[in-house]
């Protein structure tokens, strides 16, 4: 079972805008990790906080994290037709596995 | 590109049939996961390997599924007498020790069960 959420499901915007997308999970994390999907493919790992961080910038990201809330965003600024993909949040604990979230998917329109 | 590699990227398969999927990670890549993800879905833990020690199995992992690494590198995934709801996209991902779990992920093998 997911033990995550992200938030919205879907998001669609145009080129250039900003792109937040939320997530919350249940159990206590060590570290949290975005990753993107594009349709049909592997995931990549694009930003990883650790649960002692509250901000941390990678390009035009910017991830957040609420310890107290169980919860994260990620900001993509600036977005661009190629990150219309899946985001999707993981939270590892004590044990080393990634729990994923059910995913945003994101659309990213011209 | 991960690094990691998924063989084969599709499989088509008979109810009933036995299939077998590969992984083959980098060499610093010590640990090595196995994930499923249904359409719609983040992918689900299955099990993960420390070299080639299996640490951990999900619940989801019933017994017509057993997962290998010889020699702690590639790994196969075997899923015995399929049934439809195994249909599913096939992860794997490598990870190195040192890091902070950051997880490289393979393409995937898309099992479709008919």
């Known amino acids: 079972s997911q033990q995550g959420e992200e938030d919205p499901q879907a998001l669609s915007i145009q080129e250039g805008e900003n792109a937040t997308m939320n997530c919350s999970y249940k159990?206590?994390?060590?570290?949290l990790q975005w990753y993107r999907q594009n349709s049909g493919r592997g995931l990549v790992h694009l930003i990883l906080?650790?649960?002692?961080?509250r901000e941390k910038h990678s390009g035009r990201l910017r991830v957040t994290l609420d310890t107290s809330k169980k919860s994260s965003s990620l900001l993509i600024t600036a977005s661009r037709a190629a990150d219309t993909a899946s985001y999707f949040c993981?939270?590892?604990?004590?044990?080393?596995?990634?729990?994923f979230g059910t995913g945003t998917r994101l659309q990213v329109t011209l | 590109d991960t690094g990691v590699s998924q063989d084969p990227r599709h499989k088509i398969t008979k109810r009933g049939q036995n299939v077998t999927f590969r992984c083959d990670p980098i060499?610093?890549?010590?640990?090595l996961y196995w994930y499923r993800q249904t359409l719609g879905q983040g992918p689900e833990f299955l099990t993960y390997?420390?070299?080639?020690?299996?640490?951990?199995k999900s619940r989801l992992l019933s017994d017509r599924f057993s997962a290998e690494r010889p020699k702690g590198s590639f790994s196969t995934l075997e899923i015995q007498r399929t049934e439809q709801g195994d249909s599913a996209m096939y992860l794997c991902?490598?990870?190195?020790?040192?890091?902070?779990?950051?997880?490289?992920f393979g393409p995937g093998t898309r099992l479709t069960v008919l």
């Open positions: 993981a939270g590892t604990g004590t044990a080393s596995k990634l729990t």
């Open positions: 159990t206590s994390i060590n570290n």
């Open positions: 906080i650790r649960s002692n961080e």
């Open positions: 060499s610093e890549h010590n640990r």
């Open positions: 390997f420390q070299n080639e020690a299996q640490l951990e």
């Open positions: 991902a490598g990870v190195r020790t040192s890091g902070y779990n950051e997880q490289f």
